[in-house]
């Protein structure tokens, strides 16, 4: 409901022109009705046309005086849309998370540029048989054999693909042109969508659920039918068929008329879990992830508009495809960090589905082996409902996991990557025909490259962070791009003992080959997906058993199944607890036990190797022993004491500037604004940031933690309007970005 006297209206809600609102005094007779999100026609520009537009601001204050603000007309009747839904999701994500509106709006609204329509064209026949064969004659005499070859395809084909005569046959489109002109052919040209899905595949019925996936599926639709929109949360340890819950689930909202959303971590999952459910629904599902091009994006976004797609599959921004009738959203792996924005908004994924499915009546579904804490936090305390599958869909366990201490197996003198135990098992896995993953939680080729002599580490220049060393000699930092060749001798002290710790996945892979000879290794990180279908080759590789070995980084870890693998190798466990972060021991934990969870999903039993050189920690112990509950209860207790997230709220406040005197000093101001604002918040900081420097931009941080997120919010908003008051006019280069329960340390 209104609480100001104008509203700030967007009047093209195209993505071209959304940079520009203007404003609109709001008649009393709309004071106490006009909501955000609103669509309301408005008189715009000199001639004062009559034009549409959306409310994405109700203010207080006036951006012009009074006697030059025009008027709000009224309210459009029935504008209950896809729009409107987009601009209350992004008004509730500007108060929520702090950014600008149209951040918010550009984040909400499908991508709509300057795309051409994909056009799909074909050549009919004018001419009978007897005058095609006469002009087939005539042109093989005066060999114009470019057009006696189309002309020889008209006599068995009345109707043929333009792609087919310019390709296959090899005839050039002026050729085309001139029998058109002669009257012999027609070209015909219709505006298609473009189809980023390309599967040969058959449709599949579902399989037979459990009585416990029963169970959960008809809770969850009979709760949709009753109008009751508790959102749930499925505990299922690995293997225990969620995504057979999600499709039964969805096949329901499909008779029920709804469209649905299914929100994956990774685009590493797109494949996979696009090929289960297209055999399942065939081509009303499509996916929208950052590999597709812009004219792709576009498209599906107004296939699902027409309501031509039932079903997007993707990573986070698959929530903003532009739905008419939402019925359900789908959030799978629910505790991955990748579902946390890295750019303002600083949105997560849970819970802007959460609000989305509130604005779309809809319901919300998230499902894990390994739950976040606040999740599950929030489901002991009732906030959401609770589902547990606790059982394999195939019948068998859980695969049988061993600690293995790398202290121990270098003083015993084994200095390789492949501790005995993993070694033993990696050969007879071989001898068996059976598949292995090996996981290693970090990218390159080497972590560091320092010198053994003096200490000296080489960084980069505009980070404060070391460089990796890569294939071929290269040293590159992963924050900038930077790259340089790898020295011959020490730059500080001369000598030639300057080395890589190498334990990158390149380097994983080279030593397999030189331990067990002759074996197929397929490697997936970083490096070897960046190309367009490169996760769909490396995984559709795997599956089919072009490989004995799979090696990648996290991304191998996260929801993949492949029935022949039966080992699983964690090599470094203990990398992800170095980390300086409050979750460092959630994410150890959700790392290996989905690691573990790799193995034996199909008939054969699994067994699963930590290779680590901390075997008492307990969320080591607890990922070994595939006990969420247990782990659960132990890290609660340290983020109660510690007051970190989800005990209390926590904010992050990031002050960047290209000069380090004035970043400090403004962070020390904001920092000081907190501590003095008349609400229940503890304020620690500033400091410097974990990595201080990023291209040549020094970052500070402090942070402000609360019981009350509104709390928070209210510092924020303080913190933005003494930018805006104080600082306005200013030519400041300084930014100051804001986190709500970050996922990753600053």
């Known amino acids: ?157 009345s109707v043929l693909p333009y792609e087919l005569v310019t390709g296959k046959l090899n005839v050039s489109s002026a050729a085309l042109n001139s029998l058109e002109s002669q009257g012999v052919i027609t070209i015909e040209t219709e505006s298609c969508y473009r189809n980023p899905v390309k599967l040969n595949t058959g449709k599949e019925e579902g399989r037979t659920l459990s009585d416990r996936q029963q169970m959960i599926c008809r809770d969850i639709l009979e709760d949709y039918d009753r109008g009751k929109r508790t959102p749930c949360l499925i505990h299922g ?109 600083r949105y997560h994924a849970r819970e802007t589905a959460e609000q989305l499915a509130v604005i779309k009546n809809a319901c919300f579904v998230m499902g894990s082996a390994t739950p976040s804490l606040e999740a599950y936090y929030r ?18 366990s859980l695969a049988a996991v061993s600690i293995v201490d790398l202290r121990q197996e270098l003083k015993e003198g084994n200095r390789s990557a492949f501790s005995r135990r993993l070694k033993e098992l990696m050969e007879e896995r071989l001898e068996k025909k059976e598949q292995a993953m090996l996981f290693l939680n970090r990218r390159g080729y080497a972590g560091f490259v320092s010198c053994r002599a003096c200490g000296h580490v080489m960084k980069c220049p505009h980070c404060d962070v070391s460089l990796s060393q890569h294939l071929g000699g290269r040293l590159q930092c992963h924050y900038c791009g930077y790259e340089t060749v790898m020295p011959a001798k020490c730059p500080s002290c001369a000598s030639p003992y300057i080395l890589g710790f190498k334990a990158g996945t390149e380097q994983i892979e080279q030593q397999l080959a030189r331990t067990f000879p002759g074996i197929r290794v397929l490697r997936m990180d970083g490096d070897t997906t960046r190309t367009k279908g490169s996760y769909e ?66 008939i054969r039993p699994g067994e699963a190797v930590i290779q680590t050189y901390r075997p008492d920690h307990y969320s080591i112990i607890r990922a070994a022993q595939q006990d969420y509950e247990a782990f659960y209860q132990e890290e609660i207790l340290y983020r109660e004491m510690g007051g970190y997230p989800p005990a209390l709220h926590m904010m992050a406040v990031l002050i960047t ?44 941080v402090f942070y402000c933690k609360s019981a009350d997120y509104g709390q928070l919010t209210q510092i924020r908003d303080r913190i933005e309007q003494y930018r805006e008051n104080t600082l306005k006019g200013q030519s400041l280069k300084e930014n100051i970005q804001f986190d709500f329960d970050p996922t990753d340390s600053y």
């Open 657 to 700: 500037s290209p000069e380090e005197k004035k970043g400090q000093a403004l962070a020390g101001e904001m920092a000081e604004l907190a501590r003095n604002l008349p609400v229940k918040a503890v304020v620690m900081g500033p400091s410097r940031a974990s990595v201080g420097k990023i291209n040549d931009i020094y970052r500070f």
């Open 379 to 396: 489901a002991r305390a009732g906030k959401y409902r609770l589902y547990t599958l606790n059982q394999r869909l195939t019948g068998g």
């Open 237 to 345: 340890i690995t293997g225990s068929g969620k995504t057979e819950v999600y499709l039964s689930l969805i096949e329901g909202m499909i008779e029920r008329g709804k469209q649905c959303i299914v929100l994956i971590p990774e685009i590493a999952l797109t494949y996979q879990t696009l090929l289960r459910f297209y055999k399942r629904f065939g081509e009303r599902v499509s996916v929208m992830n950052s590999s597709l091009s812009a004219g792709e994006k576009y498209d599906q976004c107004q296939r699902a508009k027409e309501g031509l797609l039932d079903i997007i599959i993707g990573p986070r921004s698959a929530l903003f495809v532009p739905f008419p009738d939402l019925g359900m959203i789908v959030m799978d792996e629910e505790h991955e960090s990748s579902y946390k924005s890295e750019t303002m908004p």
């Open 1 to 157: 409901m209104a609480q100001g006297r104008y509203a700030n209206i967007i009047i093209d809600i195209s993505h071209e022109k959304v940079d520009k609102t203007f404003q609109y005094r709001i008649p009393d007779k709309l004071r106490n009705i006009l909501e955000e999100g609103m669509c309301v026609q408005v008189p715009f520009g000199k001639g004062n046309r009559l034009r549409q537009g959306y409310v994405v601001e109700i203010t207080d204050r006036a951006e012009f005086p009074d006697e030059k603000q025009k008027s709000i007309l009224g309210i459009v009747e029935g504008s209950v849309s896809v729009e409107a839904d987009a601009v209350r999701l992004a008004a509730w994500m500007r108060r929520t998370y702090g950014s600008t509106m149209i951040a918010a709006l550009k984040t909400v609204l499908p991508v709509r540029r300057s795309v051409r329509p994909k056009e799909k064209k074909k050549i009919i026949r004018r001419m009978n048989d007897e005058e095609i064969l006469s002009l087939l004659g005539e042109c093989m005499r005066k060999r114009q054999n470019a057009r006696a070859r189309v002309l020889k395809e008209l006599c068995a084909e």
């Open 537 to 602: 080759k490396i995984l559709s590789a795997f599956s089919s058993g072009e490989a004995d070995v799979l090696v990648g980084t996290q991304m191998i870890v996260k929801g993949h199944d492949f029935p022949n693998v039966t080992l699983v190798g964690v090599l470094a466990a203990d990398l992800s607890l170095n980390d300086s972060d409050y979750r460092a021991g959630e994410k150890t934990f959700q790392l290996l036990t989905q690691a573990a969870g790799r193995a034996g999903r199909g």
